[in-house]
């Protein structure tokens, strides 16, 4: 998958699908951008000013140091969002 366009750490656990949208709502407002949902999910699919995207909750990316650990990853719903641009299917 290509680099990510946006990355946003939630206000709040996201565990289902309206929690994602709501957290989703808050970035856009924040950020002043343009938000349409196209699909609400644990994947959803948005429109963000005009472009197409679909956004996954991952872990944060950290640097990965053996003998300090920087990051505990127990998520709880505490992900990252990472926003990429829609890639079409070439299978249709």
């Not at 990510?4 to 994602?20: G, N, V, W």
């Not at 196209?38 to 699919?45: I, K, T």
Request: with cysteine; net charge negative; proline share 7%.
């Amino acid at each position: 998958m290509e680099k990510y366009a946006y990355f946003f750490e939630p206000d709040d656990p996201i565990t289902t699908k309206r929690e994602f949208t709501d957290e989703l709502i808050k970035y856009c407002k924040k950020e002043n951008k343009d938000l349409t949902i196209l699909h609400e999910g644990m994947e959803p699919v948005v429109l963000i000013d005009g472009e197409k995207y679909v956004c996954m909750l991952e872990q944060p990316r950290m640097i990965n140091i053996p003998i300090i650990p920087a990051f505990y990853a127990n998520s709880y719903g505490f992900k990252w969002v990472y926003i990429y641009r829609y890639q079409e299917s070439s299978d249709s």
